[in-house]
């Protein structure tokens, strides 16, 4: 098979080597440049739009509210996203208990910019720990299937646990920091789907040892129990001006918030994760779809795109020691690390899945009769 030739995107800074499925119009325009001018269309409210929109769900909200002490929940990482979403909802005369997921991974300056946040707005925080020895053989295992998104479990824990306390609450609402603005750009070859719930429990399932009994689950159930319950998640930063480098400033002059330097580094897993696992093992630097979409969205030149990308993602001093935390938490030595660093990635799709990707990238649809081929070939399934 003849190797493809290089080709970048003359609008944002994707190209060949970021995804083999990209296209390109006759404009040397990318699919995913297309992709999020869709989405912006279809999802984004601006103007009078916008406006109602936000009126008519905070008076949802708050109807539903009525003589409860929360109308709605709040995920808090102390990220960008989720501070600003905080921020938003004492603008708006909303209630929400924010919630705090604890994976064992928060840097000292996530702690205090939550505290700060909660403390500035006058928000209740309730603080969700999992439990370490279960998450730990989890991540554990996820390194040894040699798959690429790690971070899924993450992810995947942080819904099912706000759903759990929906539930325990009967909090109808659930904001959401997720927004088209900043993060609406993202290389499907780069992710799995975070609601997969039987990929997780298979690839533990094949490379854990610890017996899960209390890591939050979402399962087909527990989504089926959410929808009948018409529960809704709210997505408030879609119908905003959301610009990145605004946003930031007024976290920082209003709540003390200090900046990570790079985007969701409020982990110290997810940094090392993202400035050294996905680069070295998957040849994927993330700050490549994080630009891309600034880019799309207006909040950066091409020309600014590429610069930043010169710049290193560790400083070398800073990675050592990260490295070592990391290391010694997840209770790897460094030969075992290297090891599972140089073996060949492997598929998420080398295990049972719930679903893929193409709901959210139609574009890539033309190929989904491969993807399909490919899993009867294996013997599995397709459940979506």
Known sequence: MNKRIYQQCNKCILDTNDDTNITFDENGICSYCHYYDDVEKKYILTGDDATKKIEEKVKDIKTAGTGKPY?????????????YLAYLAKQLGLTPLCVHFDNGWNSEMAVKNIQHIVNKLGFDLSTYVINWEEFRDLQRAYFKAGVIDIEALTDHAIYASLMKIAFEHNIKFILSGTNIATEGIL?????????DYLNIIDIHAKHGTVKLKS???????????FNKKKFEIVEFLNWIPYNKAAVKKILIEELEWKDYGGKHYESTFTKFYQAYILPVKFGVDKRKAHLSTLICSGQMSREEALKEMEMPLYDEKDLQIDKTYVLKKLGFTEEEFDVMMKQKPRSHLDYETEG?????????????????????LRGRQTLS
């Not at 290389?187 to 609601?195: D, L, R």
């Not at 890591?215 to 159930?221: A, E, G, I």
């Not at 989904?368 to 490919?374: A, D, G, R, S």
């Open 71 to 83: 109308n709605c929940l709040l995920g808090l990482s102390g990220g960008v996203d989720s501070s």
């Open 356 to 376: 893929t990707l193409f709901n959210y990238y139609p574009f890539l649809k033309p190929i989904k009769p491969l993807w399909e081929k490919y899993k009867k």
């Open 187 to 195: 290389p499907v070859h780069w992710v799995h789907k975070k609601s």
């Open 215 to 225: 890591f939050p689950l979402n399962t087909r159930k527990v989504k089926k129990k």
